[in-house]
T-cell receptor, first 115, second 113 residues
Framework: DQQVKQNSPSLSVQEGRISILNCDYT??????FLWYKKYPAEGPTFLIS?????DKNEDGRFTVFLNKSAKHLSLHIVPSQPGDSAVYFC??????????????FGTGTQLKVEL | KAGVTQTPRYLIKTRGQQVTLSCSPI?????VSWYQQTPGQGLQFLFE???????NKGNFPGRFSGRQFSNSRSEMNVSTLELGDSALYLC????????????FGSGTQLSVL
């Protein structure tokens, strides 16, 4: 079963506008969430994370929002730039891991920022 | 500071063969994780090693195995290759605590013919 879901396989946004990428999860034990960006032929690059004790985290143009009751998080990119065009993965980890790092990833959303 | 290094970048094998992939983590990182990426499936967790011990394991068959050496370098082995094993295999490293961001290598693209 897909515990982390990114229901939009692709998103197209104009340069300068806001990009909003969404992610839903089903496992209520997830307590840490991350967003990664991936360019072709490269490994994923960490963007931003959020702990379940927070509902918002900002880093420059990137903001992640977490709605625990809805089991939903979103990544906002403002303003969007052509270099942001990439695949974005949402990931989560749970306290049952008992230490260490085991991330559950979504299937990704291809963002295209157009001029 | 050098990033995570994976070798080789590309591999072509035939069904039934076995393959070994290598990963050198960022200096100072003691945790190495492996993920499989296939089209439409996102990244699937294979296993994590910390201080030469497997600390976490995903839901993959026993044909997939790994190990970690005292210098934190890791290898992943797949035996009796199947067509469905064709994928990008990604290695990630971290210091070894919980809820850390992982640093990924560029991956090894494995094609099984």
């Amino acid at each position: 079963d897909q515990q982390v879901k990114q229901n939009s396989p692709s998103l197209s946004v104009q340069e300068g506008r806001i990009s909003i990428l969404n992610c839903d999860y089903t496992n209520s034990m997830f307590d840490y969430f991350l967003w990664y960006k991936k360019y072709p032929a490269e490994g994923p690059t960490f963007l931003i994370s959020i702990s379940s004790i927070k509902d918002k985290n900002e880093d420059g143009r990137f903001t992640v929002f977490l709605n625990k009751s809805a089991k939903h998080l979103s990544l906002h990119i403002v303003p969007s730039q052509p270099g942001d065009s990439a695949v974005y993965f949402c990931a989560a980890s749970d306290i049952l891991t008992g230490g260490g790092n085991k991330l559950t990833f979504g299937t990704g959303t291809q963002l295209k920022v157009e001029l | 500071k050098a990033g995570v290094t994976q070798t080789p970048r590309y591999l072509i094998k035939t069904r039934g063969q076995q393959v070994t992939l290598s990963c050198s983590p960022i200096s100072g990182h003691r945790s190495v994780s492996w993920y499989q990426q296939t089209p439409g499936q996102g990244l699937q967790f294979l296993f994590e090693y910390f201080s030469e011990t497997q600390r976490n394991k995903g839901n993959f068959p026993g044909r997939f195995s790994g190990r970690q050496f005292s210098n934190s370098r890791s290898e992943m082995n797949v035996s009796t290759l199947e067509l469905g094993d064709s994928a990008l295999y990604l290695c990630a490293s971290s210091f070894g605590g919980s809820n850390e961001k992982l640093f990924f290598g560029s991956g090894t693209q494995l094609s099984v013919l």
